[in-house]
């Protein structure tokens, strides 16, 4: 199945699901991405390749932010004095 068909299947079940959601916010965020997979699928369409995205690879800086940030997680919070 070319790219942009697979796309519009991808959109028309995030609308399915939106259909069938019952938290407004769940809704708003599968119509928002039914909205990008028919915007994929129209780039796709117009495109004479398909679209294929790679993962950039990480810098020193982003990876040492990650690690960081999961130190910190790891971290025990002090515990609080009751009065």
Same mark, same amino acid.
């Given at each position: 199945?070319?790219?942009?068909? %697979?796309? #519009? ?5 995030? /609308? #399915? /699901? ?9 809704r708003l965020? &599968?119509?928002?991405?039914? %909205?990008?997979?028919?915007? &994929? ?12 995205? @790679?993962?950039?690879? #990480? ?7 990650? @690690?960081?940030? %999961? %130190?910190?997680?790891?971290t025990p919070a ?6």
């Open positions: 199945m070319p790219a942009k068909d %697979q796309y #519009r299947v991808y959109a028309a079940e995030c /609308l #399915r /699901l939106a259909g069938e959601a019952k938290h407004p916010e769940d965020i &599968l119509l928002a991405m039914a %909205q990008l997979w028919f915007g &994929l699928a129209d780039q796709a369409e117009n495109s004479r390749a398909d679209l294929v995205y @790679v993962t950039p690879p #990480r810098t020193l800086e982003s990876s040492a932010a990650v @690690v960081q940030q %999961q %130190q910190q997680s790891l002090e515990p609080k004095k009751i009065r």
